[in-house]
T-cell receptor, first 109, second 114 residues
Framework: EDKVVQSPLSLVVHEGDTVTLNCSYE??????LLWYKQEKKAPTFLFML????IEKKSGRLSSILDKKELFSILNITATQTGDSAVYLC?????????FGKGTKLTVNP | KAGVTQTPRYLIKTRGQQVTLSCSPI?????VSWYQQTPGQGLQFLFE???????NKGNFPGRFSGRQFSNSRSEMNVSTLELGDSALYLC?????????????FGQGTRLTVV
């Protein structure tokens, strides 16, 4: 069964720090790697990656996929308290998403 | 544009009962997928419907079932509730499916089984 592993499980930083969240996956029918941010209940979409080596960027957030090594990273620069959330990585294949356990990021002022 | 609406938001049921949860997707979205979220297991895929057809199902017992109507609204049903079914149930809608397009999640239904 496909498995997605995220690290670290939790992270506490100060405002202004840069963080890197890791996600490794096992693939049988890989189609996409997605990142979501969950602050309270409803996860919100951040990125979808399908091609290796191409960085996706949105403001201070960026993500890249390595399909050879089967991992992805999510970078957040100049963190703000509003970035505090659980960041979920999931692998898409065969019409279903397999989620990692998430990384809980806490940004202190 | 209205978001994904899940009802009810909170539910308390007794072991052995059954429950039906509802999800109204964003207008124009044909895919609705369901997830169970617990502190121990995280977010787990239950099933996905596209144009009234179930395209895939996760590793859950047959007590968990769902359906989708012609207006894309979806329901999931859990029969013979167990204590371990207590969880946040999330649904998500997307244009072509959560694997290929951005999924928009509802606020969830918090189910407590006592």
């Amino acid at each position: 069964e496909d498995k997605v592993v995220q690290s670290p499980l939790s992270l506490v930083v100060h405002e202004g720090d840069t963080v890197t969240l890791n996600c490794s996956y096992e693939v049988t029918n890989f189609r996409s790697l997605l990142w979501y941010k969950q602050e309270k209940k409803a996860p919100t979409f951040l990125f979808m990656l399908t091609s290796s080596g191409i960085e996706k960027k949105s403001g201070r957030l960026s993500s890249i996929l390595d399909k050879k090594e089967l991992f992805s990273i999510l970078n957040i620069t100049a963190t703000q308290t509003g970035d505090s959330a659980v960041y979920l990585c999931c692998q898409g294949g065969s019409e279903k998403l397999v989620f990692g356990k998430g990384t809980k990021l806490t940004v202190n002022p | 544009k209205a978001g994904v609406t899940q009802t009810p938001r909170y539910l308390i049921k007794t072991r052995g009962q059954q429950v039906t949860l509802s999800c109204s997707p964003i207008s124009g979205h044909r895919s609705v997928s369901w997830y169970q979220q617990t502190p121990g297991q995280g977010l787990q895929f239950l099933f996905e419907y596209f144009s009234e057809t179930q395209r895939n199902k996760g590793n859950f017992p047959g007590r968990f079932s769902g359906r989708q109507f012609s207006n894309s609204r979806s329901e999931m049903n859990v029969s013979t509730l167990e204590l371990g079914d207590s969880a946040l149930y999330l649904c998500a809608s997307s244009l072509y499916g959560p694997v290929d397009t951005e999924a928009f999640f509802g606020q969830g239904t918090r189910l407590t089984v006592v």
